[in-house]
T-cell receptor, first 110, second 111 residues
């Protein structure tokens, strides 16, 4: 069974904290993605990576950075969390075709 | 820039009905189209993948079609059940390998 695992289902952080969201896939996929999902705005791409140590900005990269040191792991970093980053964060991986998603991390910044 | 639209935004049907969800996209140069299901507060579950060279895919009671030239896809659900209640999302993949999503159709199947 294919698997994309996000490190936390729920997370509460304080404004100004540095936040790490981790994602691991076991399918040897080249491509990995981070999306955020907000009511009325749908899924928006933050960053993606098509190889180790490679990264590309998506539609809304401001306030975020990413790290991909190993093929199976893609981390999303909020350098200084703000309340407008409260959202559902979804990680995905794909090869040349089908994409698979993790279970999501509901992040609340207070 | 690719744009994906899903109609209707919400749909409520009695159990047992057959139904169709619609997805349209503006740029026909896609690699594939994928339909997902999302339950409240959860991640996305892949339902069907249609490669750009294919016309349709079937899995159980689900059938997805693709008309690339007109920029349309439909998801057909036969004999709907209350357990089918969820949000259904379509997404297209282009040369940049990233998925562009529609805003989804929230389906409620009434017992």
């Amino acid at each position: 069974d294919v698997k994309v695992t996000q490190s936390s289902r729920y997370l509460v952080k304080r404004t100004g904290e540095k936040v790490f969201l981790e994602c691991v896939q076991d399918m040897d996929h080249e491509n990995m993605f981070w999306y955020r999902q907000d009511p009325g705005l749908g899924l928006r791409l933050i960053y993606f990576s098509y190889d180790v140590k490679m990264k590309e900005k998506g539609d809304i990269p401001e306030g975020y950075s990413v790290s991909r040191e190993k093929k199976e792991r893609f981390s999303l970093i909020l350098e200084s969390a703000s309340t407008n980053q409260t959202s559902m964060y979804l990680c995905a991986s794909s090869s040349t075709s089908e994409a698979f998603f993790g279970q999501g991390t509901r992040l609340t910044v207070v | 820039k690719q744009e994906v639209t899903q109609i209707p935004a919400a749909l409520s049907v009695p159990e047992g009905e057959n139904l169709v969800l619609n997805c349209s996209f503006t740029d026909s140069a896609i690699y594939n189209l994928q339909w997902f299901r999302q339950d409240p507060g959860k991640g996305l579950t892949s339902l069907l993948l249609i490669q750009s060279s294919q016309r349709e895919q079937t899995s159980g009671r689900l059938n997805a079609s693709l008309d690339k030239s007109s920029g349309r896809s439909t998801l057909y659900i036969a004999a709907s059940q209350p357990g089918d209640s969820a949000t259904y999302l379509c997404a297209v993949s282009g040369s940049a390998r990233q998925l562009t999503f529609g805003s989804g159709t929230q389906l409620t199947v009434l017992p």
